[in-house]
């Protein structure tokens, strides 16, 4: 059986340039669990651990049915409260959405059992705010950011310049997606697409 890599099938969605570039993002349905705080702060460290116990739980549950698949990377929404200026907002406060995107066998069922495992074998009672959502970006920037996420900056202001230059504004929150592992990979040598929804 062979198993099915989202990475692979869709590379314009895991793969981006150190130039902005524009692309249409097909809806999607991700594995999401959502809160407030710092990403180093241990709400923002458990709720990324609840939410890879239940990605491979489902992931356990598919391949039983002959549907097995590759989990594919990490992603986050961030965002400040209205009226508020991220880069001046205390980390405490920043409002975030982590994701794991699912093929499109993975229902509802799937997802409500693995949580149920998930909290009574793994005793990871957090894994109840685990929840499969659809996600449509459509017509969206992106950019390939290299090096520390508190580094961004520098990305950030290329997309927002090609936003100006295009006649585009923000139609959504800034969203990464961590193609390096942090745990195993240098700070200077990270790599995260940094990308806006535009209209």
């Keep these: 059986m062979e198993k099915i890599n989202l990475i692979k099938e869709y ?8 130039q902005p570039v524009e692309l249409d993002v097909e ?4 594995l999401t669990i959502s809160g407030i705080g710092a990403p180093d702060g241990e709400s923002f460290q458990s709720s990324i651990g609840a939410l890879y116990a239940v990605a491979y739980t489902v992931k356990k549950y598919c391949k039983s049915d002959n549907n097995d698949f590759v989990v594919p990377k990490l992603e986050a929404f961030w965002w400040v409260e209205d009226g508020l200026v991220f880069d001046e907002t205390p980390q405490s406060d920043w409002h975030w959405q982590l994701m794991i995107r699912m093929p499109e066998f993975v229902f509802n069922d799937h997802v409500d059992q693995a949580v149920e ?5 793994k005793k990871v009672v957090l894994a109840n705010e685990v929840q499969l959502k659809p996600i449509h970006e459509g017509k969206s920037v992106q950019v ?4 520390s996420y508190y580094k961004e900056e ?5 997309i927002m310049e090609y936003m100006k230059l295009n006649g585009l ?3 959504g929150h800034h969203h990464e997606i961590y ?5 195993k990979t240098a700070e200077e040598k990270l790599k995260t697409i940094i990308r806006y929804a535009v209209k």
Excluded: W
């Design 11 to 18: 590379p314009a969605y895991y793969r981006a340039k150190s």
């Design 27 to 30: 809806p999607i349905n991700c």
């Design 117 to 121: 495992e998930v909290i009574q074998k």
């Design 144 to 147: 390939l950011h290299k090096g």
């Design 154 to 158: 520098p990305s950030i202001t290329k």
């Design 169 to 171: 504004e923000m139609n």
């Design 179 to 183: 193609i390096s592992d942090p745990t």
